[in-house]
């Protein structure tokens, strides 16, 4: 990364490392310290460098736990010097490569809950309030007695004589994840019992996920795939036919000259780039529009489209999903007049 980290960092690493007390923040406010809204592939290993500089290692680990989870950045544990009597080198840095279920937005909001002793109008009160289908029963943080919903009222409401009270309808089966439960398997047992709740490292139950979270969650991160599809399905379009093979053949990443061009689909998103910036390729597309301002824009899009390339939980920042947006409606509006 070409940037230096903020200089409220730098006194927070002085104070750290002076008094020997640890400084909680979440993780939101660590990437602030360096400009940052994410974690990408190139942001992570960038931190990481930082806090090695500066002497200091992050508990939990900030790259493994949800976005706004809360962190402490401490004094890094001295270690043995080696033989050759240098500098003891920093301790290395957990960096858990499996995405975990506590990465979830919603396996970090605490639940709203109702008492098993409660009047079940109260519970449905609370349902329709919140819009939710259903709700832990719980007597305290960490001890769940089941789950309430608009299944198990009606159920309850046909089979039984009398159903009054939140005992009366609940269900006591209910699914409980420990938050860093691989988020794949996490995802799969959603999608079967149709709501889970999460326990955190603390033993307390931290969040309740359901399919529709899922769902927010597949959309978030499907969003940035399908609309880089339709802006390289309209580039190829673009293309298709306007150049000769010689044209294409010298379009080739000079590292990977030698690879066989049969059409246009066989040329990468930056090649697709380097093609339309020689002004003949331009002329001969027949294109109407600057060719700077459009390649400009085209890399930017290349830049963003290697970073949804690599899973990140946090997704792209909303800066960089409305220059997709905006691209794609380009394309589509250009496409109605050609």
């Avoid at 306007?242 to 246009?264: C, F, G, M, N, Y």
């Amino acid at each position: 990364m070409p940037y230096e980290p903020s200089e409220e960092f730098t006194k927070i690493a002085a104070d750290v490392k002076s008094s020997g007390k640890p400084h909680t923040l979440s993780v939101r406010e660590l990437l602030r310290l360096f400009y940052q809204e994410r974690r990408s592939r190139h942001v992570v290993p960038w931190i990481r460098t930082n806090l090695r500089k500066q002497g200091l290692e992050c508990r939990p680990d900030f790259q493994g736990v949800y976005i706004d989870s809360m962190v402490e950045l401490h004094k890094a544990t001295a270690t043995k010097e080696s033989k050759t009597g240098g500098k003891p080198p920093l301790p290395a840095i957990e960096n858990d490569p499996i995405p975990r279920l506590e990465l979830l937005p919603a396996a970090n909001r605490s639940p709203v809950s109702v008492n098993r002793d409660a009047d079940l109008k109260h519970a449905i009160t609370k349902m329709m309030m919140h819009d939710y289908s259903q709700l832990p029963v719980m007597q305290n943080d960490r001890d769940v007695d089941g789950m309430i919903s608009w299944r198990s009222i009606v159920a309850a409401q046909t089979i039984a004589d009398e159903c009054t009270t939140v005992r009366d309808c609940m269900i006591k089966e209910v699914d409980i994840m420990p938050a860093d439960t691989p988020l794949f398997d996490a995802v799969k047992t959603v999608i079967s019992r149709e709501v889970v709740l999460v326990r955190g490292k603390d033993k307390k139950i931290c969040g309740l996920v359901t399919t529709a979270d899922i769902g927010e969650q597949f959309v978030a991160l499907a969003e940035p795939f399908l609309i880089l599809e339709q802006v390289e399905n309209h580039i190829r379009t673009l293309l298709d036919g306007k150049l000769t093979d010689d044209q294409l053949q010298l379009a080739l990443d000079p590292s990977d000259d030698e690879r066989e061009i049969e059409s246009v689909s066989d040329l990468t998103f930056g090649e697709y780039i380097r093609l339309m910036e020689n002004p003949d390729n331009w002329d001969a597309l027949g294109i109407d529009l600057d060719r700077a301002t459009f390649t400009k824009r085209l890399d930017e899009v290349r830049r963003i489209r290697n970073d949804v390339m690599h899973f990140d939980p946090d997704g792209i920042s909303d800066a960089d999903k409305e220059i997709l947006r905006e691209t794609g409606r380009f394309f589509y509006n250009f496409s109605q007049f050609r």
